[in-house]
């Protein structure tokens, strides 16, 4: 192998002796022909990172032995997308998306103008876009995933303790533009994101009932991916321009 290649291996597996199974050993031992002595690099989607060495190569399972293992600091900032259920045409590209740029969650919640019913619990197929899209672009964290099926006040319950909650309105009433600051504050931070239809009254009613504040991202209406999407991109260029000043 000529590069580098990253590989999941799950938190749980972190110990010795280092095996990866599954997809992840067959790709390393029968697309990549991996041979003793070659070099991979390994995330666990929690921070940890680490370069290890081929023991052995088997179609099912490799054995690895670490070279160096180091763990990423918790961003200051952690954001949480929580998007209204919505058909599934676009999301497992902004699942993609938002685990590149560095989403630290993602809640899909149903809404009154949901397009279909919000599962109990989060697919495991949008885990693995997460883990792919993380081990393309090195981000050593992935998104944590969680559904409110049961509607807006199980999310609002669920995130009560974040240090900021804010919920993206395209009303013409609404005249707060969003200042990306309010994106960047310490702790986490929910932007919580209309269907395709938008938000009833009664769960905007509720969601400033319950201190949320809402914004506009001006005379545009964006598709939700799309707003999203935006605010992920703030909070990573920002990231990004106080590492390149060696602020963070």
């Known amino acids: 192998m000529s590069r580098t290649n990253r590989f999941y291996l799950p ?3 972190w110990v010795a002796p280092y095996t990866l199974e599954g997809s992840e050993a067959h790709h390393l031992s029968t697309v990549l022909r991996a041979k003793p002595h070659d ?3 390994l995330m666990d989607g ?3 990172q680490g370069i290890f060495k081929v023991v052995s190569s088997a179609k099912k399972t490799v054995t690895l032995e670490p070279l160096s293992i180091s763990e990423s600091p918790v961003p200051a900032c952690r954001l949480w997308l929580a998007p209204g259920w919505n058909k599934a ?3 497992g590209w902004f699942l993609e998306k938002a685990a590149e740029l560095g989403a630290w969650g993602i809640a899909f919640w149903q809404s009154e103008f949901s397009q279909g019913k919000t599962p109990d619990q989060p697919k495991q197929s949008w885990e693995n876009q997460c883990i792919a899209a993380a081990k393309q672009c090195a981000n050593p964290w992935l998104p944590r995933l969680m559904t409110s099926p049961s509607g807006l006040q199980e999310l609002l319950e669920a995130t009560r303790h974040y240090a900021k909650r804010i919920f993206l309105w395209e009303d013409p009433s609404c005249s707060h533009m969003l200042d990306p600051a309010e994106l960047c504050c ?19 009613d509720l969601l400033q009932q319950a201190g949320c ?3 506009s ?6 598709r939700w991916e799309t707003a999203g999407l935006l ?11 106080m590492r390149a000043h060696n602020q963070i």
Request: with cysteine; net charge positive.
């Open 186 to 204: 310490q702790g986490d931070v929910l932007v919580v994101l209309g269907p395709e239809g938008g938000f009833s009254q009664k769960e905007t």
């Open 217 to 222: 991202l001006g005379n545009r209406v964006l």
């Open 231 to 241: 605010c992920l991109g703030l909070v990573f260029w920002q990231e990004q321009h």
């Open 46 to 48: 929690q921070g940890r």
């Open 213 to 215: 504040s809402a914004v």
């Open 39 to 41: 070099r991979i690099a």
């Open 89 to 91: 045409t676009r999301r």
């Open 11 to 13: 938190p749980d597996k």
